[in-house]
């Protein structure tokens, strides 16, 4: 399995910008895709990105051109860079691991908190 650490998160008012970060770490980090999510006060756990081994990268339509997922040199994190924060945003944001080979087995972190003020 992986382990992922999230990092990041805070309070910010609206038009801002926030990165977030995933440390991951474990047996052959290569085979994991990975993702965020979020959860917002009495919402359900929603997609925000993800990236995959080759780079490729997906986004919510609610965050297309304003967040950026990213992945270090060494694919041991990932990033989130956050701009143009709404009050929308203001969530439990949490890294997904999900393996490559079979997309059931998954590992999250234990999320950050993002809050944007209007």
């Known amino acids: 399995q992986v382990q992922l650490v999230e990092s990041g998160g805070g309070s910010v008012q609206a038009g801002g910008s926030l990165r977030l970060s995933c440390a991951a770490s474990?047996?052959?980090?290569?085979?994991?895709?990975m993702s965020w999510y979020r959860q917002g006060p009495g919402k359900g756990r929603e997609f925000v990105s993800s990236?995959?081994?080759?780079?490729?990268?997906t986004y919510a339509d609610s965050v297309k051109g304003r967040f950026t997922i990213s992945q270090g040199n060494a694919k041991n994190t990932v990033y989130l860079q956050m701009n143009s924060l709404k009050p929308e945003d203001t969530a439990m944001y949490y890294c997904?691991?999900?393996?490559?080979?079979?997309?059931?087995?998954?590992?999250w972190g234990q999320g950050t908190q993002v809050t944007v003020s209007s």
């Open positions: 997904n691991a999900r393996w490559r080979w079979n997309s059931n087995i998954m590992s």
């Open positions: 474990g047996y052959n980090l290569l085979d994991w895709d």
């Open positions: 990236i995959d081994r080759s780079g490729s990268t």
